[in-house]
């Protein structure tokens, strides 16, 4: 009866906890082995010279000559001092900087810019933004745009550094050194674009700011603040399709999430901010979408890293598209702030949020 019944349960649970215990350390190895077999292959995807563990640094929107000159000084200074401290810790081996690095394009803030930086103990690399199209100031602007031009010629150093190798599936760097006539404003442009291929991540540095003028009716000098497509012979646009579909055809490893975006601006807007004013049109982001797709499945993008809005912001850029991340830095000018990305079995695994210590000059 219902004696018996309750002796079988008890007999029953007794064997199971005695299987259990005789197989616990049976599972235990397998499960060991299983996990050190996938770190194993995992790591065995890295080429020969690439640390399994590694970081990059991110700063936006320095803003060299701001109205507030010497504090976007004092904490670009100290920033640097910063990356400088934690550098070998974290094993640093690029810094980013997306944009922004000027305030109005002047060729002293180039140069304040320029040696500021050059302090750095890390390979580092910029890119164009909006603040550095145009030269103005209160009363005056220039007739059409040089500031891709000065950009070019003062971080030259870093631009056009022939010390750099190319280690074949370690690291490959191009850098556009080429002008060309840009028919949408009847001027000659020099699209600052880059990439590195770097330990099975690919940065694509993209120049898509606007050369067209800010409305001058308004009252508003330098460019326009939004972006252009530049999509003719030698346009951005033109030349990261090529490069995107290159790549495909390459032998260079391409793992999910590894191909990552670097520009000024971001794909998503502020919620409220007219986006095709200050950033990217609806009609311009499925440009793009079109193009990614083209050269690769979505997931293989890992998504876009970039600063303009002067916050923090980790999301995402296209509701379409819920794996293609955002990520913004906010403005150095502001806080000294920086990104600090850490990569680990050549994907990018973490990134943290960190203000430098401000301290005056």
Excluded at 120 to 131: D, I, K, M, S, T
Excluded at 290 to 309: D, I, L, N, R, S
Aim: proline share 5%; net charge neutral; aromatic share 14%.
């Amino acid at each position: 009866g219902l004696s018996e019944m309750a002796n079988r349960e008890v007999y029953i649970r007794s064997v199971k906890n005695h299987v259990f215990v005789m197989l616990r350390p049976i599972l235990t190895v397998i499960i060991a082995c299983h996990c050190a077999l996938a770190l194993a292959s995992q790591h065995a995807e890295l080429p020969a010279g690439c640390d399994s563990a590694w970081s990059f640094a991110v700063l936006s929107d320095v803003h060299i000559g701001d109205a507030n000159a010497q504090k976007a000084i004092d904490l670009a200074t100290g920033a640097v001092k910063y990356i400088n401290s934690v550098a070998k810790k974290q094993n640093i081996k690029w810094v980013f900087i997306t944009g922004d690095v000027t305030n109005t394009a002047y060729p002293t803030q180039w140069s304040a810019f320029s040696k500021i930086f050059d302090n750095l103990q890390v390979r580092w690399l910029p890119l164009l933004g909006n603040h550095d199209v145009w030269q103005y100031n209160s009363t005056w602007e220039e007739p059409s745009p040089t500031g891709d031009s000065l950009f070019g010629t003062t971080l030259a150093a870093q631009l056009q550094d022939k010390t750099l190798p190319s280690v074949p599936g370690v690291q490959k760097f191009w850098y556009n050194t080429k002008t060309v006539f840009n028919p949408e404003w009847n001027i000659t442009s020099w699209f600052q674009n880059w990439e590195l291929h770097y330990c099975n991540l690919h940065f694509f540095a993209n120049d898509f700011n606007a050369r067209k003028p800010a409305l001058s009716q308004l009252g508003y000098k330098g460019s326009w603040p939004g972006v252009e497509m530049h999509n003719f012979p030698g346009g951005t646009y033109q030349w990261l399709r090529s490069s995107l579909l290159a790549l495909n055809q390459s032998s260079m490893p391409v793992a999910d999430a590894s191909i990552v975006l670097m520009q000024h601006h971001p794909f998503r807007a502020p919620l409220g901010v007219p986006d095709f004013i200050y950033g990217w049109s609806g009609s311009q982001k499925k440009v793009m979408r079109t193009m990614f797709q083209e050269a690769f499945p979505v997931e293989k993008y890992w998504g876009v890293v970039a600063g303009h809005w002067h916050r923090w912001f980790n999301g995402t850029s296209f509701d379409e598209w819920p794996s293609f991340r955002q990520w913004e830095t906010n403005a150095c000018k502001l806080q000294g702030s920086i990104t600090l990305a850490q990569v680990k079995g050549g994907s990018i695994a973490q990134l943290q949020k960190l203000d430098a210590p401000y301290t005056t000059n």
